[in-house]
């Protein structure tokens, strides 16, 4: 079955440092792997994208993350935490289904704070 | 600037009433779809849409309904709404396979 699993519903790290919102996915096939945030009372917007070449992917507000096929993870990263940052973060994989190969499969989401 | 307008962003209706929500797009992409977003259960796909008048059920299609008359438009009806459908919905689109998908911003649907 494919799935998206982002194993930590929140995650607190303080002004400064380095973050990190997990996300590991199972789907047949090589995956399109996306991240999106959500800020509240807004839509998703879009961070990045992995669909092929470097590992390491860069995105909007300075964002990044790491495709690591071995560990089917997609691991979002930033290197100094912004209390700006504090949001919803989604991880999604396009999934490979008969006739709607436009499909995202979701994580449930991570909620992020960023203590001052 | 590339957008995904949808209308209205809050609606209150009655048990009953049928309501519709509209979703825009204005960067020509053949895919859209609907979504749903409930706490602890993620973003639900409701009905997606291939193209013009080639629309399909999602995980979540019960008690929905969508027309695709023109490549832009795709709203959501809602025939005979009730109080489990009381959530926040989006509209996206997206182009090709490997592209991403852009989110309107919203509707916070309750159903009394």
């Known amino acids: 079955a494919q799935s998206v699993a982002q194993p930590e519903d929140q995650v607190n790290v303080a002004e400064g440092n380095p973050l990190t919102v997990k996300c590991t996915y199972s789907?047949?096939?090589?995956?399109?792997l996306f991240w999106y945030v959500q800020y509240p009372n807004r839509g998703l917007q879009f961070l990045l994208k992995?669909?092929?070449?470097d590992n390491l992917v860069k995105g909007s507000y300075g964002f990044e993350a790491e495709f690591n096929k071995s560990q089917t993870s997609f691991h979002l990263k930033k290197p100094s935490a912004l209390v700006s940052d504090s949001a919803l973060y989604f991880c999604a994989v396009r999934g490979y289904n008969a006739g709607n190969n436009r499909k995202l499969i979701w994580g449930l989401g991570t909620s992020l704070a960023v203590n001052p | 600037e590339a957008q995904v307008t949808q209308n209205p962003r809050y609606l209150i209706t009655v048990t009953g009433k049928k309501l519709t929500v509209t979703c825009s797009q204005n960067m020509n992409h053949e895919y859209m779809s609907w979504y749903r977003q409930d706490p602890g259960l993620g973003l639900r796909q409701i009905y997606y849409?291939?193209?013009?008048?080639?629309?399909d059920k999602g995980d979540v299609p019960e008690g929905y309904k969508v027309s695709r008359k023109e490549k832009r438009n795709f709203p959501l009806i809602l025939e005979s709404p009730s109080p489990n459908q009381t959530s926040l919905y989006f509209c996206?689109?997206?182009?090709?396979?490997?592209?991403?998908?852009?989110f309107g911003q919203g509707t916070r649907l309750t159903v009394v």
């Open positions: 996206a689109s997206s182009g090709r396979e490997n592209t991403e998908a852009f």
């Open positions: 992995y669909i092929t070449g």
């Open positions: 789907v047949s096939g090589n995956p399109y």
């Open positions: 849409s291939m193209n013009v008048e080639v629309t």
